[in-house]
């Protein structure tokens, strides 16, 4: 399998977590600059970085998860 670069435009704030030798990326939201995200409860920013995760700029946009 020929690995192809991303196209999720959050790949800045990808970062990587050890848990037990065992490692996970998650995408870190508080790093997106906007105080609004800090705000929100914590179920909102589960499926805000869901859907973070999830954005390849064609189904799921950019600029359609921020309004």
């Not at 609004?36 to 950019?62: T, Y």
Request: aromatic share 10%; charged share 35%; net charge neutral.
């Amino acid at each position: 399998m020929v690995e192809t670069k991303s196209s999720n435009p959050y790949d800045s704030i990808k970062e990587e977590l050890d848990v037990d030798g065992q490692k996970y990326q998650f995408y870190n939201i508080t790093k997106i600059e906007d105080e609004n995200v800090k705000k929100l409860p914590v179920s909102i920013r589960v499926l805000l970085e869901s859907a973070v995760r999830n954005c390849d700029n064609f189904n799921i946009k950019g600029k359609k998860i921020f309004f």
